[in-house]
């Protein structure tokens, strides 16, 4: 059984749902049933509230969420919010590696103009060399109908909920807000992508203040089914440029960051960190059954990880470190937060997390003819005080919008990369947008985005 260790955060109506085959035996969903229900009595983080005799018969998704201790505001409020099925346990690995069949196009999804119900996406980033960045696509861009059908509150979801060619029509806002629909049209078709979450960064020199800014999409080592940490020697690389340059601040940009692999939220900690190697990045916390034989088996070391030395750490230097957050910002982002915080002064600027302090597992059974695969809740995630408060999220210090007119990277006209800049600076470089909503009103007006749905929403896994 191949056993990856996840943390995951799962969004209602995006997430990555499996389906049941029609002509699926009745038989194997039985025997699909028992290696679910063997690895969540012993991996489930609630393993104790797991039905002693649930219904084998049901088909593997209706199963798994049988055995559920499923979160509710009032009744079970310490409950599950995150775990998942997915029918296909290769292409849930995947995901998790960063590869998937997309457009190469992340994008929100708001209501345009507030209190209608139409629809515009506007595109968050896109991935260069993608289908998306070959048909002209670019952060910042509006759309406004797809397939000559105009976005609405009821049709949105049928209209983008598929993987086959969309036909985009683009529109703009202008400068008094109102909505003009263009006549531009781009044709985009998806197809399986690798993507490099090390996506962006640049130097700013003001006065003394010599400033690092990067922006990092997806906690992910290498590319899926390599071994060569591509990724995270990308992030050393830039540091050691960042050391050179005798940075003493730095801007890390995590607001459309999910989460990922935990060896690369230790890796990215162990660059910024005012900490040793001796010292404990963060501890991870599972039911008395995986503690009781992890022990035996590993250790103690095998519920903590260590920072690791890096020889371009720039932790000694930096007067300031910001971290630019939203509600799309989740786990192994979160964790980085949280494991940095004992060690040094960490300002966050933009909105707030998901709040998601627990780790699930990727299980999968392919050796034993099961297809599907599970990402399970298995642990609570704590920082080396042992502090785990943010399971509601990390409320920023600097509450900002970033607005539906996007800027490129690095322009200091973005809303939360401008406020970074004069929390280091003092200075304002760039105006304030005038008669700009609030974070809060912003947010209401969003209805979901597809980084939410990406390997499940947003995750953190560990390698095993």
């Known amino acids: 059984m191949k056993i990856k260790l996840f943390l995951s955060v799962l969004f209602l109506g995006v997430a990555l749902i499996a389906c049941k085959d029609k002509n699926v035996d009745p038989a194997n969903d039985t025997q699909t049933n028992q290696w679910i229900y063997d690895n969540m009595k012993y991996w489930y983080y609630w393993t104790d509230h797991i039905p002693a005799t649930p219904d084998l018969t049901k088909d593997p998704a209706a199963f798994f969420e049988s055995l559920l201790y499923k979160y509710d505001a009032t009744l079970r409020p310490d409950g599950d919010r995150f775990s998942w099925i997915q029918e296909s346990a290769e292409e849930l690995e995947a995901s998790l590696g960063g590869e998937s069949k997309t457009s190469g196009m992340e994008f929100k999804l708001v209501y345009y103009p507030s209190g209608t119900n139409n629809v515009i996406g506007i595109v968050l980033y896109v991935i260069p060399d993608s289908p998306a960045a070959k048909a002209g696509f670019t952060r910042g861009d509006i759309f406004s109908s797809v397939n000559g059908t ?26 008094d807000g109102v909505l003009e629909e263009g006549a531009v049209k781009r044709d985009v078709t998806p197809i399986v992508l ?10 700013y020199t003001y006065g003394a203040d010599k400033i690092g800014y990067v922006v990092y999409h997806q906690f992910i080592p290498e590319p899926y089914k390599a071994n060569n940490k591509q990724y995270d020697k990308k992030l050393d690389a830039i540091f050691d440029k960042f050391k050179s340059g005798n ?61 690791v030395t890096k020889s371009q750490n720039i932790g000694a230097n930096l007067k300031h470190l910001v971290i630019l957050t939203s509600s799309r910002s989740a786990s192994a982002s979160e964790l980085m937060i949280n494991g940095l915080k ?41 920082n080396s005080l042992h502090e785990s408060n ?10 900002v919008s970033e607005g539906n007119i996007l800027y490129p990277y690095g322009n200091p ?25 609030t ?26």
Do not use: C
């Not at 609405?152 to 060619?165: D, P, R, V």
């Not at 006209?413 to 909503?437: S, V, W, Y």
């Open 150 to 175: 105009k976005l609405n509150g009821s049709n949105y979801s049928q209209l983008l909920n598929t993987q086959e060619k969309l036909t985009y029509t683009l529109a703009k806002i202008d400068k």
């Open 194 to 203: 690798q993507e490099d979450p090390v996506f962006f960064d640049t130097l």
């Open 342 to 382: 004992p060690y040094m002064n960490v300002t966050l600027v933009g909105g707030k997390t998901v709040g998601k302090n627990v780790g699930s597992v990727t299980l999968s059974g392919t050796e034993k003819g099961i297809k599907w695969g599970l990402q399970p809740i298995v642990s609570k995630s704590l």
């Open 413 to 437: 006209k973005d809303p939360l990369l401008g406020e970074a800049l004069f929390q280091i600076t003092g200075t304002r470089i760039t105006r304030q947008q005038k008669g700009a909503r």
């Open 247 to 307: 940075v003493n601040a730095l801007i890390i940009d995590l607001r459309y960051n999910p989460g990922g692999y935990v060896s690369s939220a230790t890796s990215f900690a162990s660059l910024i960190a005012k900490a040793t190697a001796n010292d404990v990045f963060y501890y991870k916390e599972y039911n008395s059954q995986v503690t009781e034989t992890s022990r035996k088996k590993y250790g103690d070391s095998y519920f903590y990880d260590k920072f």
């Open 439 to 464: 974070l809060q009103e912003e947010e209401a007006l969003e209805i979901t985005s597809t980084i939410q749905n990406k390997a499940g929403g947003s995750n953190m896994f560990y390698d095993k």
């Open 390 to 399: 943010y399971h509601t999220g990390f409320v920023p210090d600097v509450a």
